[in-house]
Every structure is written in structure tokens, then in C-alpha cells.
């Protein structure tokens, strides 16, 4: 086990220098950045000025030596400076979006394994009922609908119209503090938690009805069953077990994707996390912005695939790696 983590973790270093240079190449691919957006929107500035700033913050210089310098600072957590928001430091404004968007993220994961766990058993023990059809239309449902749209309809039915749910935001006043703001801010995350998640939620629930079938119907659940063994020692004991084994894989997968999929989300909501952030830095050309975000978030997947291949020789005992 423990080779098989340094393994995994030896080839984490090179995936993470890939990802640097996709996500340096991909910036240097956009067309324009911030400052030739600036001089085309003000002419009353002379062009001058700003190819100024270009040279002194290093634009001009050769790809590879902005590489090596954008690198170089990123590994000591620098990422430089906005050119959009007043200069400020890009750390600080990931630090002050990044908790938002990771409690909203772990919230929609929450609700989630919740719903579509139970769901899925429910469905796989029994197969062909009212609410396994009313499950599976759900899931297609799910699939289909993108975030974005269900989650215009969550504002107009739920907020608007019923007014049960906050459309914005993660606090209804600043002033809220202690367990007060704990539950104000769980209520604003449920309308944006259930949006993000309900794709996986969707996914989640087919996976495990179809993992739990499969697993009732292999030889040795036959043989427990013959032997006399209780319809719930049959299920917790045996069918769980192993049924859970491609959901707590996906989970690992799932911790990066729901974050860099809260982009659109974050965006509906008017929410102020990473996604909020990432988009308003791509329509200002605010590469450095732009490029950390895409990097930590690349980071995150990478960590979260981690986490499910470990997960995976941890709960199936018959992988072996040495």
C-alpha cells in the first residue's frame, strides 16, 4: 500500500508540470490581455503608456522566460498581481472566494450521496416500482436539464414566487455571526447546492442501482441467501460493500469536478465564490487571475483522483499493486 501511494504520488509531480504548461499555453493562446483591452477602450490614453507597463510587468518578454517567471513565483504561492482589480494581490482574492466555493462545493457533494444513495439501493431491491421509474425519469432529467436553466427555475419558483430560499449571496447581513450565520449561510447554499449537484446526483443514483442489482444477482449473495442470511445482513453486509466501490472511486473524482463546476452555478446565484471570480477575470483578460484559478483547480482534480485510486485499494482488498 504504502509503495503504491509514493507511486502514485511520484507521478502526480510530472502531471502537475503538464498542467502548468497547458494552462501557460492555453493564456498565451487567448488573443489580447488586459492592457491592449484598456488602450483600445480608452484612446484619450496614449498607447505608449501602457506598452510601458507591458514591459515592466514582463509581456513583452519571450514565452519561455514568462513561463520560468510565473512559475518560479507560483511555487512560493505568488501569482503576482490583478490588472483588473485595482492591482491587489491574487492570493488575496483567491483567499477571500476559495472557502465560499469549497463550502459549497462539500454542501452539493452532502446532499448528493444523501438523495441518491438510498434512492439507488431503494430502486435495485426494487426493481421496475412506481419509484424506481419515478427515480429513473429523475436521472434522465437530471442529465439532461443544464445547471444553468434548472437553476433559473429554482430562482423563479422557489425564491420569487415562494420566497423559502435566498437567491444570492451567502449571508442575509454582514452583522450575522455564530451559529446564526452557520444556518443563514446554509440556507443560502441549498438553491445553488442543489443546482450544483443535481447532474451527479442524477449519476450517483443510477450507479448505485445498477451496482446493487449487479451485485444480487452474483453467486455468492445467492449462496447467503440459501444459507438463511436476513434480507438486511444480505444487503449491509455483503451487497453494500462492494456496490460502493465505483461510487467512493467517483467521490474522489467528484470533489474537483464540483468545484470547477460551480463556475456557471456560482455565476446564476450571484454567489462570490472562484466561479464569480474565474468568469469576470476571463471577460477582463486577467490572466494571472484566470491562470491561478485554472491551475488550482486542475490542482484539485489531480488530488481528487488521488484520493479515489487510493481509496480504491483501500475498500476493494482484491487490488493489488506491488
Do not use: C
Amino acid at each position: 500500500m504504502y509503495k503504491y501511494i509514493i507511486r502514485r504520488i511520484l507521478i502526480f509531480i510530472p502531471m502537475l508540470f503538464a498542467l502548468t504548461i497547458i494552462v501557460f499555453g492555453l493564456a498565451q493562446l487567448a488573443p489580447g490581455d488586459a492592457l491592449s483591452g484598456k488602450s483600445l477602450a480608452d484612446p484619450n490614453v496614449d498607447p505608449e503608456i501602457y506598452e510601458q507597463q507591458r514591459e515592466a510587468l514582463g509581456l513583452n518578454d519571450p514565452i519561455h522566460v514568462q513561463y520560468w517567471n510565473w512559475i518560479s513565483s507560483a511555487a512560493q504561492g505568488d501569482f503576482g498581481n490583478s490588472l483588473i482589480f485595482n492591482g491587489r494581490s491574487v492570493m488575496e482574492l483567491i483567499e477571500a472566494r476559495f472557502a465560499n466555493t469549497l463550502y459549497l462545493g462539500l454542501f452539493s457533494l452532502a446532499i448528493t450521496i444523501i438523495v441518491a444513495i438510498p434512492i439507488g439501493i431503494y430502486s435495485a431491491k426494487k426493481p421496475y416500482s412506481l419509484l424506481d421509474y419515478g427515480a429513473t425519469g429523475f436521472g434522465f432529467l437530471g442529465l439532461a436539464i443544464p445547471n444553468f436553466f434548472f437553476g433559473l427555475i429554482a430562482i423563479y419558483v422557489l425564491s420569487i414566487n415562494l420566497g423559502w430560499f435566498p437567491s444570492q449571496g451567502t449571508l442575509s447581513s454582514p452583522g450575522v455571526s455564530g451559529f446564526a450565520a452557520f444556518t443563514d449561510r446554509i440556507h443560502h447554499m441549498v438553491l445553488p447546492g442543489i443546482t450544483l449537484g443535481l447532474a451527479g446526483t442524477a449519476t450517483y443514483m443510477r450507479y448505485m442501482r445498477s451496482e446493487v442489482l449487479d451485485v444480487l444477482g452474483s453467486d455468492y449473495i445467492r449462496t447467503a441467501k440459501a444459507k438463511g442470511m436476513s434480507e438486511r445482513n444480505v444487503l449491509y453486509k455483503h451487497t453494500l460493500r462492494n456496490a460502493l466501490i465505483p461510487i467512493i472511486t467517483l467521490m474522489g473524482f467528484e470533489i474537483g469536478v464540483l468545484l470547477s463546476g460551480a463556475v456557471i452555478t456560482e455565476q446564476v446565484f450571484q454567489y462570490p465564490g472562484l466561479g464569480t471570480l474565474f468568469l469576470s477575470s476571463v471577460m477582463n483578460r486577467d490572466f494571472p487571475v484566470v491562470m491561478a484559478i485554472a491551475l488550482i483547480l486542475g490542482i484539485l482534480i489531480l488530488i481528487g483522483n488521488l484520493i479515489a485510486d487510493i481509496l480504491y485499494s483501500i475498500v476493494d482488498p482484491r487490488i493489488r499493486y506491488d
